[in-house]
Nanobody
Framework: QVHLVESGGGLVQPGGSLRLSCAAS????????MGWYRQAPGKQRELVAH???????NVADSVKGRFTISRDNGKNTVYLQMNSLKPEDTAVYYC?????????WGQGTQVTVSS
């Protein structure tokens, strides 16, 4: 089992920044990739960015150049730095951890971009 705890969401004005954190605990040795997804009301959950244990990064085109994913292996934590936020970035952001046979999800954190 892997337990994921997200933090850092909130309300921010357009153009502002937020940093999300996702701390993993439990049987983390088999995790090969961690990432962030988001789901806006009435829409499907979509990939924002993920990072492999080897450091390979994939970022969605919609956030490329504005969002940065990183990880601190010593703290078992993945971060999502979000800059130049837009109203369309408003969503619940979920952290996930992928293992060979199962994927774990966090509880989600709300990000609202509004003036």
């Amino acid at each position: 089992q892997v337990h994921l705890v997200e933090s850092g969401g909130g309300l921010v004005q357009p153009g502002g920044s937020l940093r999300l954190s996702c701390a993993a605990s439990g049987s983390i040795f088999s995790i090969y990739r961690m990432g962030w997804y988001r789901q806006a009301p009435g829409k499907q959950r979509e990939l924002v960015a993920h990072i492999s244990s080897g450091g390979f990064i994939n970022v969605a085109d919609s956030v490329k150049g504005r969002f940065t994913i990183s990880r601190d292996n010593g703290k078992n934590t993945v971060y999502l730095q979000m800059n130049s936020l837009k109203p369309e970035d408003t969503a619940v952001y979920y952290c996930n951890a992928e293992m060979p046979t199962i994927t774990f999800w966090g509880q989600g954190t709300q990000v609202t971009v509004s003036s």
